[in-house]
């Protein structure tokens, strides 16, 4: 899968749109900053949330983070083969590492999240020679 078929938000989500849905999961750079995540608590199915609502919650060996909401709408599936491998998410984060699926209010939404060129341009430059 091309990383250009995917938005992504400033706090390091990615979007996948697949039919009525939109999958969501962390980036690989946020997976990266983490390290080894240890612990994924994910939103309730049925759940309305709105952007940047906090919606999910990674741990890893060294920090908890937020995961938040890349739109208005409701979660409609959540990855349970997190809560006993969130390891995935490390392995996988474009793939069997996603978080949840949500149904946005709005699809014209998306429009408004980053593209990949965005995306990249807001990451930090890397500090190595």
């Not at 208005?72 to 069997?96: M, R």
């Not at 699926?101 to 998306?110: G, Q, R, S």
Request: charged residues 30%.
């Amino acid at each position: 899968m091309s990383s250009g078929e995917l938005r992504y938000t400033a706090a390091h989500c990615w979007v996948r749109e697949e039919g009525s849905v939109v999958v969501v999961g962390i980036t690989d750079y946020a997976q990266e900053q983490m390290s080894e995540l240890t612990f994924v608590e994910l939103p309730e199915v049925g759940e309305e949330v709105a952007a940047d609502d906090e919606v999910a919650v990674v741990e890893s060996v060294k920090a908890a983070n937020d995961v938040y909401a890349p739109l208005n709408g409701t979660i409609t599936e959540v990855n349970e083969a997190l809560l006993e491998q969130p390891e995935l998410v490390n392995s996988d984060p474009f793939g069997k590492g996603w978080l949840f699926k949500m149904k946005p209010a709005n699809k014209a939404d998306l429009a408004d999240l980053l593209d990949a060129d965005e995306y990249e341009a807001s990451l930090p430059l890397d500090d190595e020679d």
